[in-house]
């Protein structure tokens, strides 16, 4: 697998998420604001973060995904950082890039991050490990 992790954050919480996600994988990281669909391009697996805003994922990831080109053969997996309820944003998610032929392999989410306090996120990261040694 050839992965890359985008993410969107608002607060800070979601870029820490992302940024440990790429320690784990050694992933090249890029800043939904700042990147183009052109440039995952040559990824074939897509880890893609966003805060939770309601319970959505951010416009600006949903923005994102719908400038995404149909695909037929790469993969994701999906990750939010939210207050109070994170599952329906991963679901908006899923649904939208599944319709743009992605394969979902994990859906994770860390809930009630704050952005000055120290979080453990080895939960979220031995998920998404797991999700990588099945490839």
Same mark, same amino acid.
């Given at each position: 697998m050839n992965p890359c992790v985008v993410y969107f954050s608002r607060t800070g919480n979601t870029k820490r998420l992302a940024q440990?996600? !790429? *320690?784990? +994988?050694?992933? @090249?990281?890029?800043?939904?604001?700042? +990147?183009? @669909? $052109?440039?995952?391009? $040559?990824?074939?697996?897509l880890i893609l973060g966003t805060p !939770? *805003?309601? $319970? /959505? @994922?951010?416009?600006? +990831?949903?923005a994102f995904i719908e400038s995404l080109p149909q695909? *037929?053969? =790469?993969k994701a997996i999906l990750f939010c950082t939210y207050r109070f309820f994170g599952s329906g944003a991963l679901?908006?998610?899923?649904? =939208?890039?599944?319709s743009k032929g992605y *394969?979902?392999?994990?859906? !994770? /989410?860390? =809930?009630?991050m704050k952005p000055d306090k120290e979080t453990d996120f080895s939960d979220v990261l031995n998920e998404v490990k797991k999700a990588l040694e099945k490839q």
């Amino acid at each position: 697998m050839n992965p890359c992790v985008v993410y969107f954050s608002r607060t800070g919480n979601t870029k820490r998420l992302a940024q440990a996600i !790429v *320690e784990t +994988t050694k992933a @090249p990281i890029f800043d939904l604001l700042s +990147t183009q @669909p $052109s440039a995952i391009e $040559s990824f074939d697996l897509l880890i893609l973060g966003t805060p !939770v *805003e309601g $319970s /959505s @994922p951010a416009k600006e +990831t949903a923005a994102f995904i719908e400038s995404l080109p149909q695909i *037929e053969t =790469k993969k994701a997996i999906l990750f939010c950082t939210y207050r109070f309820f994170g599952s329906g944003a991963l679901n908006v998610m899923e649904k =939208k890039l599944s319709s743009k032929g992605y *394969e979902i392999l994990l859906k !994770v /989410s860390k =809930k009630g991050m704050k952005p000055d306090k120290e979080t453990d996120f080895s939960d979220v990261l031995n998920e998404v490990k797991k999700a990588l040694e099945k490839q």
